[in-house]
């Protein structure tokens, strides 16, 4: 069983990416679980953040063979501290205790869209660097995924390439 994580700031590409890495891999595909709890309504608290963390977790450990991961814990922590500067217990342990086998990091290097759900159109580079440290901080296996849709594929395929799946 090998599970794939999807990271990084808004509007970086994580589910383009992760459906094509899915669909590439015929694995299953665990799309974002915020949006569509957060459909209906742009307001939510420190308690709607734990819920979809739970919940997101939940989903994000399927028991199936290969598992593509659309988004995780270190998303919700970081965004936790952005939005309410501090991360909930239930999130920090989530994320503490997830587990997957390899994080592709998507760089906002392309144009942001926007979305009424998405905040932070200013700042990504620098939310960028705070989710390539914790990665580092905790010597977790991780590639970076920049520039065109091509080049994220290419780079996506070296990493499938190395886990022998392609």
Known sequence: MLKFAFTGPESSGKSTASLWCSDRLSAQHIEEFAR??????????????????????????????????????????????????????QIRVLWESQEFDHYFLCKPDIPWEEDPLRENPKDRDRLF?????????????????????????????EVLHNFSLL
């Open 129 to 157: 660097s705070i989710y390539e440290n914790q990665l580092k901080e905790l010597n977790l296996p991780y590639s970076i995924l920049l520039g065109s849709r091509h080049q994220r594929q290419k780079r996506m395929d």
């Open 36 to 89: 569509a709890y957060l459909a209906n309504s742009l307001t939510y608290s420190k308690e709607d953040l734990d819920y979809i963390a739970l919940e997101q977790f939940k989903r994000n450990m399927q028991d199936a063979p290969l598992v593509v991961c659309d988004t995780e814990m270190l998303v919700m922590k970081i965004w936790s501290e952005e939005k309410y500067k501090k991360c909930s217990d």
